[in-house]
Structures are given as C-alpha cells and as structure tokens.
C-alpha cells in the first residue's frame, strides 16, 4: 500500500503545505509515549539519532525547488501532545521544512477547512480524518477548484499570522 502524502510530495513540481489544527494525534505512537518518558533529540548529538525517514523525502523533495511549508494551529495552553511536536519539529527544519505555528485565538476569524490536510501545487488537496483520539481513519483527494482555493486562502491567512519555528514559545 502507497502512502498518499509521499505520493504527492515525490509529484510535487513548486509546492506542498500541510494544515495541522489538531491538539493531539495517534496517542499510541511509540515515539510520543518515549518522549513522555523522558527521551529528548538533542541537535548537537549525531544527526543518526534524531534523522527520520520522512525527513529524507523532505530533503529530497526541496532540493528538487519544492517549497514545503507546515502550519500548525494550538491551543493554549498547549497539549503535552504540541509540546511534543514542539520539541521534535527542528529536524524538520534542518531537513528544508519551514514550520510556523498560530495560536488558535488569532486563527477565529479565519474560515478554515473542518480537517488537517495536505495541498500540492495548488491543484490537489489531500484531507485526512481522525478519530477522536487522534489516529487517522481517512484520507480523501480533491481537486475540484473551488476546493483548492478555499484551502489555499485559508493556509495563506494562517501562514501569514502564523509564527516561525524559532520564534514560538509554548504557553
């Protein structure tokens, strides 16, 4: 079975964004039950610790021009889960990911799609849905335009208002 996001970042030619608006995701995910017990990535460690796979498609995915940008829309205070995510979000960085993050306060006024999602080249959209607890039950393709434009209207509001990586601090 093919992974629907690695699909549409290795078709990718200019862009990829990723909406997150949830507080909380797959609350049996291996890696998140270690980090609540302790584990920590550490920068300055050798980069074979904290490296994912995923982030070599990131890697790949740049080098080819592709702009790949993620916003992230909390609650604050934040969730154990957003801290997480906080915490382990620099690889991405490192990887050629630009990360901001919008309070969910300054996002009220911005009309949003009802799921987190992911929009290649402004042309496809690729929503996922959740289950109550965060894990994923779902993912559909759109390309219809009017589709397409309302998620790139409300990814360009957020990211305009959003907060970069390094300068968001968790409330």
Known sequence: MTNPVLDGLAKARHSAVHLEMRDAYQPDDPEFIAWQNGKRLDPASDRSSWWRPFLDVVTET?????????????????????RYEHDVTFPNVAAGELVRWLPRRQAADIALPGTDLWMFDEETVLFTYFSGV???V??????????????????????????PHGKYQLR
């Open 62 to 82: 740049t080098a080819r021009g592709v702009l790949m940008r993620r916003a992230r829309i909390v609650s604050e205070p934040v969730t154990d889960y957003i």
């Open 134 to 136: 965060g894990n994923v």
């Open 138 to 163: 779902d993912r559909e393709w759109h390309t219809v335009t009017a589709v397409v434009d309302m998620v790139s209207t409300a990814f360009e509001a957020v990211w305009e208002r959003a907060i």
